[in-house]
């Protein structure tokens, strides 16, 4: 699933690379120290994109490939694992492998199936995109606080290519108590970019999508039917949105 995945993506990367052009226009508008990172996804497109100044939420455990982060390290919480973690569930700890897919349990010609500490085999850290996830390794659980934590502060949220689908159950209830949890519910607003040209007979979804958002989370969310693509050529207007309503 991992090679199919990185082969996957990696094309259309080099074809198109929107989320490298996001953050390289993120810099230039001054935006991207304001900007936190939270993926469900397992690649490492926008981890490629941001490079190795970024903060994972994780301590991981020793591992040559892993950078020291400046104080400037831009936040990316990853809720459902990534693709370069391995996991070893005797020490409860997990290794990063810098920017590589771990396609194999073999890296450099070296064993890395095997925990350094315990010799445990490790695992891949995948959540499943299933009613049912074990949120329970605490490197995990860090992450989801953390990401808790970061929305409290945050007066705007930015949904790209997500349809808050009924299996994220969690991350309903996350987004429901970063909502409540603040003196001013209203306080903080949503823009959804999760589009393409819809073709006519696709504009019923898009309009459920964006009915179950207002549904969810208030009259504060603008559906901006634009595309990732738009929005990574131009992200300073997209931040804008709903400023003026709020005034």
């Given at each position: 699933m991992a090679k199919a995945i990185d082969d996957g993506l990696?094309?259309?990367?080099?074809?198109?690379?929107?989320?490298?052009?996001?953050?390289?226009?993120l810099k230039a508008s001054g935006l991207i120290n304001?900007?936190?990172?939270?993926?469900?996804?397992?690649?490492?497109?926008?981890?490629?994109?941001?490079?190795?100044d970024r903060d994972y939420a994780v301590d991981f455990a020793a591992n040559e490939e892993v950078n020291v982060l400046s104080p400037q390290a831009v936040k990316l919480f990853k809720l459902h694992g990534s693709l370069n973690w391995l996991y070893c569930p005797v020490c409860n700890n997990v290794k990063q492998f810098g920017s590589k897919v771990v396609l194999s349990?073999?890296?450099?010609?070296?064993?890395?199936?095997?925990?350094?500490?315990?010799?445990?085999?490790l695992s891949p850290v995948i959540v499943p995109p299933t009613f049912y996830k074990d949120m329970s390794r605490v490197f995990l659980s860090r992450i989801w606080n953390k990401a808790?934590?970061?929305?409290?502060?945050?007066?705007h949220i930015i949904f790209c290519g997500y349809s808050l689908?009924?299996?994220?159950?969690?991350?309903?209830?996350l987004l429901k108590r970063m909502q409540t949890n603040r003196t001013n519910p209203e306080s903080v607003r949503f823009t959804l970019v999760n589009h393409h040209k819809v073709p006519p007979k696709k504009k019923k979804d898009a309009d459920d999508e964006a009915h179950?958002?207002?549904?969810?989370l208030g009259k504060r969310v603008t559906d901006t039917r634009s595309s990732?693509?738009?929005?990574?050529r131009d992200p300073n207007s997209f931040y804008q949105i709903g400023k003026k309503r709020r005034q």
């Open positions: 990696r094309r259309k990367a080099l074809a198109h690379p929107p989320h490298r052009l996001l953050v390289n226009n304001e900007t936190i990172f939270i993926s469900t996804n397992y690649d490492l497109c926008i981890d490629h994109a941001l490079g190795p349990l073999q890296y450099k010609g070296r064993e890395v199936n095997r925990c350094g500490f315990c010799r445990s085999i808790e934590d970061a929305l409290r502060e945050v007066d689908p009924d299996a994220d159950m969690h991350i309903k209830y179950r958002y207002l549904r969810f990732f693509q738009k929005f990574a």
